[in-house]
């Protein structure tokens, strides 16, 4: 399959043929387009993506044994917490909606919108989005608390979500954020591509991988261990090691096969 099969204009995801090489990567395209004509994602998205999709090229386009792992110790980790926070933005929104509304049923968790390029019109069309995808209760708009030490909007959460949480999930997250929430006590786990972003490099679960297949692995991971007791729980969040998720990902970058 060539890549003239592909239309220029997608209209429509099924016009994506599914055997196409590069179908995760057009899928990622078609969306985040998509949630920038809706009003959902940022036009820095856009590079956001591109970046991500850099990554991703350079990973294998695959979910690498490591990173399997950190989403069964983030699995372990929300069903751990009394309080779990999944945090979305606009690329997330784009990309993941009904797996994040998954996921949040799986550990139950809170979604909650936070953005980094706030406006009151994206948020609101950002819950919708979700609620469209089967989501019931959406936090963020209400933004009565602060993370203390940030100065920009991501600073912004609810007082009963992200303020209160003992877990977040932080998907495509930036660098402050990150050890603002770390410092303020809470379990951080971060799904980014890129290993060396500050992010997760902070974070007590880095998750290097994309976003499509990183949140439905970790849902799967939930539901397979619905059944564990804490212990089994303690026992997966201490045998994960952080350091060598981060090496791992860097080495399959600086050194794998390229298609
Ligand atoms: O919706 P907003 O206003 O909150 O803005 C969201 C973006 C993503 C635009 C904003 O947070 C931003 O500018 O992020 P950065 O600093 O570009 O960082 C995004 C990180 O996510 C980069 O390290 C990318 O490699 C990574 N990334 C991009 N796409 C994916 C990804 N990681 C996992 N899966 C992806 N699909």
Redesign the pocket.
């Known amino acids: 399959m060539s890549d003239d099969s592909v239309p220029a204009e997608v209209e429509e995801e099924s016009e994506i043929p599914a055997d196409h090489p590069r179908y995760e990567d057009l899928i990622?395209r078609h969306r985040i387009e998509r949630g920038i004509e809706e009003g959902i994602?940022?036009l820095?998205?856009m590079?956001?993506?591109g970046?991500?999709?850099a990554?991703?090229y350079l990973l294998g386009e695959e979910t690498i044994p490591t990173a399997d792992a950190a989403e069964r110790a983030a699995a372990a980790h929300l069903l751990l917490a009394d309080h779990p926070v999944l945090s979305v933005?606009?690329?997330v929104a784009a990309?993941v909606p009904e797996e994040m509304v998954d996921l949040a049923e799986a550990v139950d968790a809170d979604l909650e919108v936070?953005?980094?390029?706030?406006t009151e019109e994206?948020v609101a069309a950002i819950a919708d989005h979700l609620r469209a995808h089967g989501a019931t209760d959406v936090k963020g708009l209400t933004a009565d608390a602060r993370i203390p030490g940030l100065d920009h909007e991501?600073a912004k959460v609810d007082a009963d979500g992200i303020a209160a949480a003992d877990a977040v999930l932080v998907?495509?997250?930036?660098g402050d954020r990150a050890e603002a929430l770390g410092e303020m006590g809470k379990t951080e786990i971060v799904?980014?591509?890129?290993p060396l972003?500050r992010s997760p490099q902070v974070a007590a679960v880095p998750i290097v991988?994309?976003?499509?297949r990183?949140v439905p692995n970790i849902a799967a991971h939930a539901r397979d261990l619905a059944d564990a007791g804490e212990d089994e729980l303690q026992a997966i969040v201490a045998e994960f090691d952080a350091d060598e998720a981060l090496r791992a990902a860097e080495e399959r970058i600086r050194s794998g096969d390229l298609r």
């Open positions: 990622s994602t940022h820095q998205g590079h956001a993506e970046r991500g999709s990554f991703d933005n606009g690329n990309l936070n953005l980094f390029n706030r994206r991501r998907p495509l997250e930036d799904i980014d591509l890129n972003s991988d994309n976003v499509l990183a």
